[in-house]
């Protein structure tokens, strides 16, 4: 995979204040999306009731789960390496037990026991609040499974632990599953059908997270435009049997309005939308509340409406188009980032030349970009031959990834002069006497230390720029503060 800015998170031992009373260590990293790092901290609270403290050192561990992606084949790679590690170790601690967790343990179920003879426990992503048993399992000489994908689960009464956490930024998941079934993807296969968290205990959950001085929340879900809750369920309308009564309904739009209302200096992010799903009530409430980010990562994966078709995307260049020109209308100052696949099945010259003046007519501010990987028991999978050349993807990938630099460039050049405003987030990679934080568009700034500190909302003026950071000197704290 190919990613211009944002890199994703991946491979981090995750860590929180240990409990006095707990005696056993867990070692705990994930690899891949938002969602499974959020899970993490799900599992590490579940855990922590069941004696376990978390470790950064995976020698002294009791437990050591690593929380999968299937999205690629490399992802999965990357797990399998990791176990050779974790196998390594395991020669000197013998008592240590293995387990995997998340999509590809849910893709594979109980083939990871067989191929991967290290693995004591298979948890899938639905079957998380099993754990205890199933570690009882493990300890009492038996392999422990439980991949059940489930209606219900949300987590939503689960108070996450928050790992390796700078304090200021945390996710809240809203939403689990998708029932979007585009054709490359296998996240309706591992993570199941849609189900949306009641808004109450989300916006509790956002309230706690602001009483303990956190700053900033992303609202997660593997598609958030889908949000639906329905309060006690959905209630026929005898009246008409054909239809629902939705009184008590709160979509997504509504959702981001509570949360927005209900902290209205803290920071609303989401992620990810899906085109076909996004409505222009989003963008309106989006318009119209300061305090929600003016970022929007919006995938079209090509920009051919005959692979949007063969992909099962539905929605065409033109509606996405559409969905731009709105976007821009009413935010002019909204950022729009992306993902792309290149190379999928029957992609011709004339699709990819497509998906480049798709490019050309947003122009991103930034993306991340794949070459198609085929993943087994995907419609695509069953249905398509993977027939474009690995020559042909890497070079049509080449091409988009520079077209997105040029993007970059242009979209990071727009702030040269201008005073944004930034929360502070950490020291900078490159500098400890500079700080690095994001504006609300998800553009990385850097600027002299001076008095600030990490959480603060500070008032910066852009002076030089490179095609992923915003560098420039502080004004100034922020009305936010």
């Known amino acids: 995979m190919e990613k211009i800015i944002n890199e994703q998170q991946q491979g981090n031992a995750l860590v929180i204040e240990p409990k006095k009373e707990n005696t056993r260590k867990l070692f705990i990293e994930s690899y891949g999306c938002a969602m499974n790092f959020s899970d993490s901290e799900i599992v590490a609270s579940i855990l922590a009731k069941e004696g376990f403290n978390t470790t950064e050192n995976l020698e002294e561990a009791d437990l050591v789960l690593v929380n999968t992606c299937s999205i690629r084949e490399?992802?999965?790679?990357?797990?399998?390496?990791?176990?050779?590690?974790?196998?390594?170790?395991?020669?000197?601690?013998?008592?240590?037990?293995?387990?995997?967790?998340?999509?590809?343990?849910?893709?594979?179920?109980?083939?990871?026991?067989?191929?991967?003879?290290?693995?004591?426990?298979?948890?899938?992503?639905?079957?998380?609040?099993?754990?205890?048993?199933?570690?009882?399992?493990?300890?009492?000489?038996?392999?422990?499974?439980?991949?059940l994908l489930s209606k219900e689960e949300t987590y939503g009464?689960?108070?996450?632990?928050?790992?390796?956490?700078?304090?200021?930024?945390?996710?809240?998941?809203?939403?689990?599953?998708?029932?979007?079934?585009?054709?490359?993807?296998?996240?309706?296969?591992?993570?199941?059908?849609?189900r949306s968290r009641d808004p109450q205990s989300i916006v509790e959950e956002v309230n706690d997270l602001w009483e303990k001085g956190f700053k900033e929340i992303t609202l997660l879900g593997q598609n958030v435009d889908s949000y639906l809750w329905y309060g006690g369920g959905l209630k026929k309308d005898f009246k008409n049997a054909s239809k629902m009564q939705k009184a008590t309904a709160t979509n997504f739009s509504q959702l981001l309005k509570l949360v927005a209302e209900a902290q209205p200096k803290m920071r609303i992010r989401f992620s990810t939308s899906n085109p076909q799903d996004m409505t222009l009530d989003v963008i309106e409430t989006m318009a119209t509340y300061p305090n929600i980010c003016k970022h929007i990562h919006l995938p079209v994966q090509s920009g051919s409406n005959r692979i949007l078709k063969e992909m099962n995307r539905l929605h065409t260049r033109q509606e996405y188009f559409k969905l731009i020109d709105y976007i821009r209308e009413l935010m002019p100052e909204c950022s729009i980032s992306q993902d792309l696949i290149v190379g999928f099945p029957t992609e011709t010259e004339q699709d990819h030349q497509d998906t480049l003046s798709l490019m050309k007519y947003v122009k991103y501010d930034f993306g991340y970009m794949y070459a198609y990987s085929e993943r087994p028991g995907t419609?695509?999978?069953?249905?398509?031959?993977?027939?474009?050349?690995?020559?042909?993807?890497?070079?049509?990938?080449?091409?988009?990834?520079?077209?997105?630099?040029?993007?970059?460039?242009?979209?990071?050049?727009?702030?040269?002069?201008?005073?944004?405003?930034?929360?502070?987030e950490k020291e900078s990679k490159k500098s400890s006497k500079h700080w690095s934080g994001?504006?609300?568009?998800?553009?990385?700034?850097?600027?002299?230390?001076?008095?600030?500190?990490?959480?603060?909302?500070?008032?910066?003026?852009?002076?030089?720029?490179?095609?992923?950071?915003?560098?420039?000197?502080?004004?100034?704290?922020?009305?936010?503060?």
């Open 74 to 147: 490399k992802a999965e790679q990357t797990v399998r390496k990791r176990l050779e590690k974790y196998n390594a170790v395991k020669r000197t601690n013998p008592g240590m037990k293995v387990g995997v967790l998340g999509c590809m343990a849910e893709r594979l179920k109980e083939k990871f026991l067989e191929e991967e003879k290290i693995v004591d426990l298979v948890v899938g992503p639905d079957a998380y609040k099993d754990l205890p048993n199933l570690i009882d399992e493990v300890e009492a000489g038996r392999d422990a499974i439980n991949v």
């Open 157 to 194: 009464d689960i108070s996450p632990v928050r790992l390796q956490t700078n304090g200021v930024s945390a996710f809240v998941s809203i939403t689990r599953g998708c029932d979007n079934m585009c054709t490359f993807c296998v996240v309706p296969f591992t993570r199941g059908r849609e």
């Open 438 to 481: 994001r504006t609300t568009q998800n553009t990385v700034a850097v600027f002299p230390k001076e008095d600030y500190n990490i959480g603060d909302f500070v008032k910066v003026k852009i002076e030089d720029c490179t095609s992923a950071t915003l560098i420039g000197n502080a004004v100034g704290y922020s009305d936010n503060n």
């Open 379 to 424: 419609m695509a999978a069953r249905k398509l031959k993977d027939d474009v050349p690995s020559d042909v993807k890497q070079r049509r990938l080449a091409e988009i990834v520079q077209l997105q630099r040029e993007h970059n460039h242009y979209r990071t050049q727009g702030y040269l002069n201008k005073t944004v405003e930034v929360l502070i």
